[in-house]
């Protein structure tokens, strides 16, 4: 029996930890510069990553990586966050109709991919994340800045500043999602950290969009169990 296992997932501004215990997994998240949680040991630690190494050191033959996950035309240079993504829905999602999956990332960077029912990665787009333009038109701008809070406009035509900018990020997220995304023939599955907030902009009486923040680390864990199982 398989216990008590913990995951990283190195991302490009946090990290994202998992641990596997008794059947049940946890899920939690921390900056880079914080120390590493208790109880964890970086030598048994099974981790994975996208972006700048922590300060501490990871064990290589301990990384998950492109060719160790079973999915059809996946690419070496693919992102790892994706391709996991990609064989957690494969695993988890029902799909009775055997439509295509459409998986939305809300991270840094919005990363839109889609896989086939047999498990063949069809493509996808990236997009500059919601808190990635905030900071953006911070930086570039004279005048805007980042809004102190995040609830979503009702209105489309804003006078408040910060209303409007949040109501811009916002419908450029989701209406590249909306542009891709096609009901009878897709299953639209949300995750990130930002999923929880911006997929209630996408929700409608007549899509019913799954959400599942912690996809990626589900991946992890769903890859590392087949694997035990295999040898």
């Known amino acids: 029996m398989v216990s008590d296992i913990n995951f990283l997932l190195v991302g490009n501004s946090r990290l ?3 641990n596997y215990s008794q059947n049940e997994s946890k899920f939690f998240h921390t900056k880079k510069e914080q120390k590493i949680p208790e109880n ?14 922590p300060n501490f050191s990871l064990k290589e033959e301990n990384e998950i990586k492109n060719k ?15 391709a996991l993504a990609c064989l957690a829905a494969l695993k988890t999602i029902k799909n009775p109709l055997k439509k295509d999956f459409l998986i939305a990332d809300f991270g840094t960077i ?26 953006s038109m911070e930086q570039n701008t004279k005048n ?21 900018i949040l109501k811009g990020v916002i419908n450029s997220l989701t209406g590249v999602i909306k542009s891709s995304f096609n009901p009878l023939k897709d299953i639209l599955i949300t995750c990130g950290g930002d999923s929880q907030f911006l997929t209630k902009s996408l929700e409608t009486k007549q899509n019913n969009i799954i959400n599942v923040p912690n996809l ?16």
């Not at 160790?68 to 994706?82: A, E, K, M, V």
């Not at 991919?113 to 900071?135: A, D």
């Not at 990626?216 to 040898?231: A, D, T």
């Open 16 to 18: 994202h930890w998992a």
């Open 40 to 53: 964890i040991d970086v030598n048994q630690l099974i981790w994975a990553s996208v972006g700048k190494l």
């Open 68 to 82: 160790d996950i079973q999915l059809s035309n996946l690419p070496d240079y693919f992102g790892i966050d994706r």
């Open 110 to 135: 919005l990363s839109i991919t889609k896989l086939n029912s047999n498990g063949s990665i069809l493509g996808g787009q990236l997009v500059p994340g919601f808190l990635t333009q905030l900071k």
């Open 144 to 164: 805007l800045q980042v809004p102190k809070k995040y609830e979503i406009p009702t209105k489309d035509f804003l006078i408040n500043t910060e209303e409007a």
């Open 216 to 231: 990626v680390m589900q991946g992890m864990i769903i890859h590392h169990l087949s694997f035990k199982q295999l040898i």
